[in-house]
């Protein structure tokens, strides 16, 4: 099956600054990688996804950027402000293989 | 229309009972996958129904199985509740199974073994 390894698992960073988390995969067969946000107490959030036939996606603060010869990806996050501050977790499809989760803090 | 509707919301029961968790997936959705987050980590694949068969089944013991129904709703039960069941469960929804399309989430169902 998948397995799916992420780095950090704890990020802080002043706001306005960039935070970058990065993501290996395993399956060479996974052609799907979506990040999540998930704030305290809530249900995981879509934020940015990126097929396996596009290098890279950007939305606003938001991009990602995937190799596929060396199987990992990365989510950056732009000029940061407090309401980033959640744990974010990537994903590799074959029935969504998550990482383990970076908790994000922007210190204001 | 309404999302990923999970039920119940919180659930509290004893080592050696029997559960039986609900979801309804975002209308037109026919895809639903069931994962245990466990606190301070990323959600485990459980299972993974598509058109009413599983699809795919994750690394977890016989205690733990699930169905889908024709109108694509989704049970997953657990027997004999050990204290390491504790997690919250989350349902999500995605049109297909096998083309990468987005994942839904529901709100989670918060379960406490005692």
């Known amino acids: 099956g998948e397995n799916v390894e992420q780095h950090p698992s704890t990020l802080s960073v002043q706001e306005g600054d960039s935070a970058v988390i990065k993501c290996t995969y395993s399956?060479?067969?996974?052609?799907?990688f979506p990040w999540y946000k998930q704030e305290l107490g809530k249900r995981p959030q879509l934020i940015i996804d990126?097929?396996?036939?596009?290098g890279e996606k950007k939305d606003q603060r938001i991009a990602v950027t995937l190799n596929k010869t060396a199987k990992h990806f990365s989510l950056h996050i732009t000029e940061t402000q407090p309401e980033d501050s959640a744990v974010y977790f990537c994903?590799?499809?074959?029935?969504?293989?998550f990482g383990a989760g970076t908790t994000v803090t922007v210190r204001a | 229309d309404a999302g990923v509707t999970q039920s119940p919301t919180h659930l509290i029961k004893t080592r050696g009972q029997h559960v039986t968790l609900r979801c309804s997936p975002i209308s037109g959705h026919k895809s639903v996958s069931w994962y245990q987050q466990v606190l301070g980590q990323g959600p485990q694949f459980i299972f993974q129904y598509y058109e009413k068969e599983e699809r795919g089944r994750g690394n977890f013991p016989d205690r733990f199985s699930a169905r889908q129904f024709p109108n694509y709703s989704s049970e997953l039960n657990v027997n004999a509740l050990l204290l390491g069941d504790s997690a919250l469960y989350l349902c999500a929804s995605s049109l297909f199974d096998s083309d990468p399309t987005e994942a839904f989430f529901g709100q989670g169902t918060r379960l406490t073994v005692v």
């Open positions: 990126i097929r396996s036939n596009v």
């Open positions: 399956d060479s067969a996974s052609n799907y």
């Open positions: 994903a590799a499809r074959n029935k969504l293989s």
